[in-house]
């Protein structure tokens, strides 16, 4: 198992390199977060909190292109589990998954758009538009 | 109950089995408690790890409900936790405070030891960090039903097992003890030992206990047989004895009898009955006869002490003193015994019973009897006595000796007629064969028996006469001898005829008479006799039929007096003799006292 896990960690990362490695957690320059820790993004990501840290609604978003790397850089779970998890919710309806993006595009979009936005991109292409709260290695 | 005791009394098998089964019983009991501890701490273990286990199985769910403080899907963890029987009660408690869900299947114990399970739950995505700790509180009831029931189970397979070594045990010791115990016992009730049999070993058992023993029982029965053999010969032995005794007892001469310690006739053969006419038919053991009755004079036999061991004469015992007081209670004249009336012979018979018991036979001059075993100290007596039952008296010897402690045998002969013979040789002994009289040595016996009545009554007097008849050798030497004997016959006669039945006549020699006066003191009387006798000696005697030839006879007397002159019978004969001389120096057919004066001359 170990095995078929290092080499899909491996292959991963094969895809990856040429993109080069972080991921950045960002918010809306207009958002009254400034940075966030790993916890307070895994609580937020994962559908505990829906206020950010200041007291703001979050409104997280998930963007397909990067979901895979990013649940495996905050929670180190991959994506199956993560559905599993928001499946097993559904019925209880306490909590919701993060409205879901197909795009880096799309993300810029909306962060820009809503002070409340929080998504996440790869760091290399991160821009002024938008705030880095935190940045996940890989 | 009590049946239950016999039985277990009686039943060597069930008594080791209930033996067997109460020491199992007591260490299965310690066993059980100890199991139950054991069996206890284990559910308690196992629950404890069961527990866990279903803690982790929901864990999953209930880290995402405590992640998302979940209440709903908190309640599903607890309820599903709760559908487990060991599972009493559960709470989920949020890492802030907040009670995410709780339950309870069960009452609520308010025992604080029951050992709760916790478990934090950490979040599903940070394992470093607890989100909700769950608490799980186990059945205690299906603990305890669990204990209780792997108890039950132990008990039973304990009973199980108990039950089961009972069974073997009394099945093992009936077949393997038990029977063969039995069987010999009955094999050796049946056993006829005296035809050799031998006692058989169940088959089996040769070689082991029970084969010793039979072994063991095989030894003892020989020797019993054994010894019971030679008992049996010996019975038939000391039968034939018996049988031998017995025809000797019943056909011998002489009388054989047992006497009881206290003198009572037990038994007596038919010698012994004909000898004292006692009925053949008579049981002596039912009605015995007391021994003094046939040998009256003695109450007991063990009174009877033979004179005949003592010295005679003056030394002699009270006992015999008694002897002759009664002799001369019962009117004899004289303490003779019968040995010593050689010379008056005729008054044995005279009817004077009384004194016939106890003229004892004296062994020391009769020689017949067993003198010389009555010095041991197993003394043996001799009796005579007389028996006149069939009109003739007899005398018999009873000879009697102890045969054990308080028992005593005895043999009787008839020795009349040995006795008739000694009598009659002893009178002859004492007898002058011409006269009839006493001779010297008849005289000398008086003399001795005299002197005994003499120191027992010394008050009596008695007159002793020396007779010596003057010129009887010139009788002699002119007509002869027969002529002599005739003169000494017909004095002897004269003088006779004078005296009292009581007196003692005797011849002492040649021509020289000697005449014992018993109870004479007075010299009147002594004078008239003498006078009279001298008259009728001086008719003159014609010394042969047709013949004229006449004798006068002359006699010359000398008189002692036993009491007055001495008080010796010795001394009173040497008195008289010569008071005879001194008669015949006065003159011949004359008389004289004796006097002191004689002494001198």
């Known amino acids: 198992m170990n095995r078929v896990r290092t080499f899909l960690l491996a292959s991963t990362l094969a895809v990856a390199l040429p993109v080069s490695a972080d991921i950045a ?43 895979a790397r990013f649940y495996r850089a905050l929670v180190d779970k991959d994506l199956a589990e993560i559905n599993s998890y928001w499946a097993r919710l559904v019925f209880s309806g306490e909590a919701s998954p993060p409205q879901q993006s197909d795009s880096a595009a799309d993300v810029r979009q909306l962060i820009t758009h809503n002070a409340n936005a929080l998504s996440y991109i790869d760091s290399a292409s991160a821009t002024d538009d938008m705030r880095v709260v935190l940045t996940l290695g890989e | 109950m009590s049946r239950l005791l016999l039985l277990l009394h009686t039943r060597l098998a069930l008594r080791t089995t209930a033996i067997i089964v109460l020491i199992v019983a007591l260490l299965g009991g310690l066993f059980l408690g100890v199991a139950v501890h054991l069996r206890a701490a284990n559910v308690h273990k196992t629950q404890q790890v069961r527990l866990q286990e279903l803690i982790t199985t929901v864990e999953r769910t209930a880290q995402i409900a405590c992640f998302l403080g979940d209440e709903r899907m908190a309640e599903e963890v607890s309820q599903g936790l709760l559908s487990n029987n060991i599972v009493n009660a559960v709470t989920i408690r949020a890492s802030d ?19 709760l399970v916790v478990r934090d739950v950490a979040s599903p995505f940070e394992p470093d960090q607890t989100v909700c700790r769950m608490t799980v509180e ?15 189970f132990i008990g039973t397979a304990l009973l199980l097992q108990l039950l089961g070594i009972g069974v073997c045990v009394t099945v093992v010791v009936a077949r393997y ?39 063991s029982v095989n030894v003892m029965i020989d020797n019993l047989v054994e010894s019971l053999g030679q008992e049996r010969r010996l019975r038939l032995e000391r039968e034939v004895e018996e049988r031998r005794y017995r025809a000797i007892f019943d056909n011998v001469e002489a009388g054989l009898f047992e006497l009881d310690g206290e003198g009572l006739m037990r038994s007596a053969n038919p010698a ?44 002699e015992r009270d006992e015999r003193d008694e002897s002759e007081e009664r002799s001369e209670r019962a009117g004899r004249g004289g303490p003779e015994k019968y040995a010593e009336r050689a010379g008056d012979g005729e008054r044995a018979g005279d ?30 007596r001799e009796y005579l006595c007389e028996v006149t ?67 027992l009554y010394p008050d009596r007097r008695h007159a002793l006469l020396m007779l010596d008849f003057d010129h009887f050798k010139q009788i002699n030497d002119t007509y002869g001898h027969q002529a002599g004997d005739r003169v000494l016959l017909h004095a002897a006669a004269t003088l006779s005829s004078l005296l009292r039945q009581r007196d003692y006549i005797a011849r002492l020699g040649g021509d020289e008479f000697v005449v014992l006066l018993e109870g004479c003191d007075r010299r009147d009387e002594v004078v008239t006799l003498i006078q009279r006798f001298l008259h009728r000696l001086a008719t003159p005697l014609a010394l042969s039929e047709g013949e004229e ?27 008289a003799d010569r008071a005879m001389y001194a008669a015949k120096r006065a003159g011949r057919n004359t008389w004289r006292f004796y006097t002191p004066e004689f002494e001198t001359t």
């Not at chain 1, 966030?36 to 997280?60: Q, V």
């Not at chain 2, 907040?98 to 604080?112: C, H, I, Q, Y």
Request: no cysteine.
């Open chain 1, 25 to 67: 957690v960002v918010v809306s320059p207009d958002s009254g977060v400034t940075t966030l820790t790993r916890s307070e993004a895994i609580n937020i990501f994962m559908g505990r909190y829906r206020k950010l840290p200041n007291g703001d609604l979050a409104l997280p978003i998930d963007q397909s292109t990067l979901k």
């Open chain 2, 351 to 380: 009817g004077e019973r009384a004194g016939d018991g106890e003229r004892e036979s004296d062994g020391g001059r009769k020689g017949i009897s067993g003198r010389e075993e009555s010095g041991e100290r197993e003394e043996q």
């Open chain 2, 549 to 575: 030839a006449r004798v006068r006879l002359g006699v010359s007397i000398g008189i002692s007096t036993l009491g007055v002159d001495t008080e010796d019978p010795q001394q009173a004969v040497e008195f």
């Open chain 2, 97 to 115: 405070g907040k009670v995410l869900a709780t339950g309870r299947s069960g009452p609520e114990f308010g025992d604080t030891t029951i050992p």
């Open chain 2, 272 to 315: 012994f009955r004909r000898l004292f006419g006692i009925d053949p038919d008579r049981n002596l053991d039912a009605e015995p006869i007391a021994f003094t009755t046939l040998a009256p004079s003695y109450a007991t036999p063990g009174r009877i002490v033979d004179s005949g061991q003592r010295p005679r004469g003056h030394g």
């Open chain 2, 177 to 215: 003890v038990t029977r063969p115990i039995a069987e010999l016992s009955h094999r050796l009730s049946e056993l006829e030992a005296e035809t050799g049999q031998k006692l058989q070993a169940p088959p089996g058992n040769r070689d082991d206990e029970i084969g010793t023993l039979v072994a």
């Open chain 2, 138 to 152: 186990p059945d205690q009831e299906e603990l305890d039903l669990m204990v209780a029931q792997a108890s039950t």
């Open chain 2, 389 to 455: 039952h069939d009109g003739t008296p007899r005398w018999i010897s009873l000879l009697v000796s102890p045969l054990e402690t308080g028992r005593l045998q005895g043999v009787a002969h008839d020795v009349t007629e040995r006795k008739r013979a000694a009598e009659t040789a002893a009178q002859m002994a004492m007898t002058d064969s011409l006269t009839g009289l006493g001779n010297r040595r008849g005289f000398e016996h008086r003399l001795a028996v005299m002197t005994r009545h003499h120191r």
